[in-house]
T-cell receptor
Framework: AQSVTQPDIHITVSEGASLELRCNYSYGATPYLFWYVQSPGQGLQLLLKYFSGDTLVQGIKGFEAEFKRSQSSFNLRKPSVHWSDAAEYFCAVGAQSGGGADGLTFGKGTHLIIQP | ETGVTQTPRHLVMGMTNKKSLKCEQHLGHNAMYWYKQSAKKPLELMFVYNFKEQTENNSVPSRFSPECPNSSHLFLHLHTLQPEDSALYLC????????????FGPGTRLTVL
């Protein structure tokens, strides 16, 4: 069974500073990997995903993530954060079952706080 | 309406009540999902439907009963819930393969008294 670890429960970053959120996964094959963001009172919005090809993926709102198979990691980065980036960030893994719809396995999330 | 909608947005119920959560997707997707989001815990997959057929039940107690009458609508029927069932219930939809993006609704905040 797959699993996802987000080791940082809270991260505080100054506005304009760079950001890296960590995600490690456990899965036997090449996984499908996702980063979602959740603002208070909202559902989850996809930032980016990886399923094959270039290991550096670009997403919305200036985010990017790099898939590193050797480290079983899929860390999320942004070169300069904005106050509006304050939210909860979730990493998720999907299985390559080949059979159709599969639910995602999520990490516990990282709460991002932006300092002015 | 666009995307995935959920009603009601907030629900308070007693342990003996019966209520239903509704999810509707306007994206032409074939798969729909229920997730539970509790404080301090990761999102937990509850049920998966693909082309109206239930393909996954993640060991969910029988007091939660899903229904998928068509690919656009998904319900979660609730009865004799426990206080620990209080959580945010999120619905999602996708085209139906593992690499597809799942689009989430805003959730229903459920409180069981």
């Amino acid at each position: 069974a797959q699993s996802v670890t987000q080791p940082d429960i809270h991260i505080t970053v100054s506005e304009g500073a760079s950001l890296e959120l960590r995600c490690n996964y456990s899965y036997g094959a090449t996984p499908y990997l996702f980063w979602y963001v959740q603002s208070p009172g909202q559902g989850l919005q996809l930032l980016l995903k990886y399923f094959s090809g270039d290991t550096l993926v670009q997403g919305i709102k200036g985010f990017e993530a790099e898939f590193k198979r050797s480290q079983s990691s899929f860390n999320l980065r942004k070169p300069s954060v904005h106050w509006s980036d304050a939210a909860e960030y979730f990493c998720a893994v999907g299985a390559q079952s080949g059979g159709g719809a599969d639910g995602l396995t999520f990490g516990k999330g990282t709460h991002l706080i932006i300092q002015p | 309406e666009t995307g995935v909608t959920q009603t009601p947005r907030h629900l308070v119920m007693g342990m003996t009540n019966k209520k239903s959560l509704k999810c509707e997707q306007h994206l032409g997707h074939n798969a729909m999902y229920w997730y539970k989001q509790s404080a301090k815990k990761p999102l937990e997959l509850m049920f998966v439907y693909n082309f109206k057929e239930q393909t996954e039940n993640n060991s969910v107690p029988s007091r939660f009963s899903p229904e998928c009458p068509n690919s656009s609508h998904l319900f979660l029927h609730l009865h004799t819930l426990q206080p620990e069932d209080s959580a945010l219930y999120l619905c999602a939809s996708s085209h139906g393969s593992g690499s597809d993006t799942q689009y989430f609704g805003p959730g229903t905040r459920l409180t069981v008294l």
